[in-house]
DNA sequence: ACCCTGTGATACCCGCCGGGTATCACAGCC
DNA sequence: GGCTGTGATACCCGGCGGGTATCACAGGGT
């Protein structure tokens, strides 16, 4: 069995992105012809068309749309590779055995989504320094459910997910807590009086769009503003702009403009502490312990 | 970021592995002299040392045993990426639209541990087959707790796991049915007689060790017999040398010259239905449903 | 009808790098 | 001290990945 080169990878999932074998060349750093060989090249070692060239416009075939996922995944898996291995040798310059005290901190990336977290991340860190023989932390914020593409290439270690938001597909993972969540509207408005509110009540409220937020790179169609971080979120509500819908504890970073009203009917939130499923840590190990029995799920 | 060729992860994987540069070259099918320069070139371009050369034998820094195990899972990507690619071609030619009703099935192969399920496998075949639009199901019988690799490299689709001896960690999974362990005795041996047993019974009775199988290629330490398959393990239960402990439904191949005792203190089995976890196949997910239609985890 | 534009494919050349053989350097070991 | 077996080094060569120039063809403007 053959197996793809990674620059074959590169190749065709960049072409299968753009569907477009000029930028595609130009995003990896090629010029064009090379990249058509390097595709019909692979395409004949496969023994499967890929691709579709309709003159003008290029398009996947069913197999195309399999590898160019399959493709991902194989790239991310590279990817990691050399970062995780990168990171072993950080610290602890690459000797002694593994597993063997040798004196050198282990360190691990734990990415959390940007701004959440602030009391639970706390307790976590601290309970986790006073661990005897505990790994230096390295807290690595990331954009909005982007923690899940950190875990899958190496950026990062481990992760503080949302469940409903963020997929637990493909990793390993332990509940941490359960909470309810909460509208976040415009300290003068009508809504932010009552002592609760439904989904409905805040749906589809005239000239108060719930903000959007960006999924994958794309916004999702829809008539509120679009943000990229929560400090745009912020102000757009204090300005009476648009609102919000969060987990409760983002009553944190409420500011005084903002009022919060929790949803009945809201789905809950559930946080998950998530690591990639073959990792062999005991640091990570050690870190999950510690997650976990500081925040129970439920009353465990 | 430069990002490793699967070449480089393969040849690196294979000395790893051997713990030899000669044997290794003679399994990746190169000479010797230019996997020793790969070597030192990967090493150089990721500014590590993975490896202790200490003449008169290799061995691997706490870096390389990372990327071991790292290079390891995104070679099997890589192979499912192909595996996968082609098969979703073989049958469908590769053109017409994903998901487009184009007339040509889809084929899925589930893996299954060798001589197990016998009863909820057929169900399980014969309501699938009855679905509208169902794909071909191809089953592949795999070897001892080898689904999970089958399922990472791409030689299967979707497995049947059996919960305490598979690891469910990286896939998405989910669960069928439960059931309890029965000993499996030589049908004159005392113990055959009793109503029940508990795992300290059967335990460390003098001349009749419980059979051992290799996990991961190699036998666990232990007086009992050496097995590779279940025709071996009955004949030597049959012949009174041996015992052994399995799911109740392994009563399905039990000989005459066996008797099956109910354990009263065996972890109980539970049987997943388990997928790659970035899996997009609608066929798989058809069958999934019908899996748990079929078998609905207690009583659900 | 014309050319211009933009697409991907082809033709051709070149330099580099992966692979081979021959050999070395060194540690055990009879 | 020679023999064996290890991995490293030296050197050469062929193939292949990459570049430039060009082609073939479909639209679309006027």
Redesign the pocket.
């Known amino acids: 069995m053959e197996t793809l080169?990674t620059?074959e990878l590169r190749?065709f999932v960049a072409?299968a992105e753009?569907?477009?074998?000029?930028?595609?060349?130009e995003r990896v750093?090629?010029?064009?012809?090379?990249?058509?060989?390097?595709?019909?090249?692979l395409e004949r070692r496969l023994g499967v068309t890929l691709?579709e060239?309709d003159?003008?416009?290029?398009s996947l075939t069913a197999a195309g749309e399999v590898l160019l996922h399959e493709g991902r995944a194989a790239l991310d898996a590279a990817t990691a590779a050399v970062r995780r291995t990168r990171r072993a040798a950080g610290g602890a310059d690459g000797r002694g055995g593994p597993g063997g005290p040798d004196g050198s901190r282990e360190r691990l990336v734990l990415a959390v989504k940007a701004g959440a977290f602030h009391e639970l991340l706390q307790r976590l860190l601290d309970a986790y320094a006073a661990e005897p023989g505990a790994a230096e932390i390295e807290v690595l914020p990331s954009g909005t459910c982007e923690q899940e593409a950190m875990l899958r290439d190496g950026r990062a270690d481990v992760a503080l997910m949302h469940k409903p938001f963020n997929s637990l597909a493909g990793f390993d993972s332990e509940e941490l807590t359960t909470e309810g969540q909460i509208a976040i509207l415009p300290a003068g408005h009508p809504l932010a009086a009552r002592e609760t509110l439904t989904l409905a009540d805040i749906a589809g409220i005239p000239g108060l769009p719930l903000a959007r937020w960006p999924r994958n790179g794309v916004f999702p169609p829809g008539p509120g503003p679009e943000v990229d971080d929560q400090t745009q979120l912020a102000q757009l509500i204090a300005l009476g702009r648009t609102a919000a819908v969060f987990p409760e504890t983002a009553r944190a970073w409420l500011w005084a403009e903002h009022a919060a009203v929790p949803l009945t009917d809201a789905p809950p939130v559930v946080t998950h502490i998530a690591w990639p499923a073959h990792s062999r840590s005991l640091a990570l190990a050690a870190l999950v312990r510690t997650a976990t029995r500081l925040a129970p799920p439920a009353a465990a």
Chains 1, 2 share one sequence.
């Open positions: 080169e620059r190749y072409v753009e569907l477009h074998f000029g930028r595609a060349a750093g090629v010029a064009q012809p090379p990249l058509s060989r390097a595709i019909q090249q691709l060239r003159r003008r416009g290029v």
